[in-house]
């Protein structure tokens, strides 16, 4: 049972968190942005790919975790549910007041989505060919933790 709320917290709980976060930022009001930024509109929709670049990393992080899942499959699965969610944060700025759903950011949430996957997959495979001694033994650190040891970096 330890085993399974470690890897919750370590594979699943980022993502849920992050998913929280972006939520959040949906319920704020068209006038709460524009006065965190007025005259960054740009910025604004560029957020957009970013925190979808992070979702969609957090994301393919946890789906790892699921047994006997082929990469091509991995990925696909990964890039829908953040498209599916960038769908869902669009619905939910309509019934927030002074917001409104637009295709353009969905488009904006699949661009972030799928670089945030190139990102992670490529961070990964640079993770996992990079070997750690620890205790005179060499093992990747990722391997490490996914089995429940404790490493230093």
Do not use: N
Not at 92 to 111: I, Y
């Amino acid at each position: 049972m330890k085993q399974y709320a470690r890897q919750f917290a370590i594979y699943w709980a980022p993502l849920l968190i992050w998913m929280g976060v972006i939520f959040a930022w949906s319920s704020l009001s068209s006038d709460s942005v524009e006065e965190l930024a007025p005259e960054l509109a740009f910025i604004v929709e560029l957020a957009h790919v970013g925190e979808f670049a992070i979702l969609s990393a957090l994301a393919y992080w946890a789906f790892r975790t699921v047994k006997k899942l082929p990469l091509r499959l991995l990925w696909i699965v990964t890039l829908a549910f953040t498209v599916l969610y960038g769908i869902s944060d669009e619905a939910h700025q309509m019934f927030t007041p002074g917001r409104s759903a637009s295709l353009a950011d969905v488009a904006l949430d699949a661009v972030g989505g799928a670089a945030g996957l190139i990102f992670a997959d490529v961070l990964l495979r640079v993770v996992l060919r990079r070997r750690i001694v620890c205790d005179g033994a060499g093992f990747s650190a990722l391997s490490a933790i996914e089995k429940g040891k404790e490493t230093t970096i």
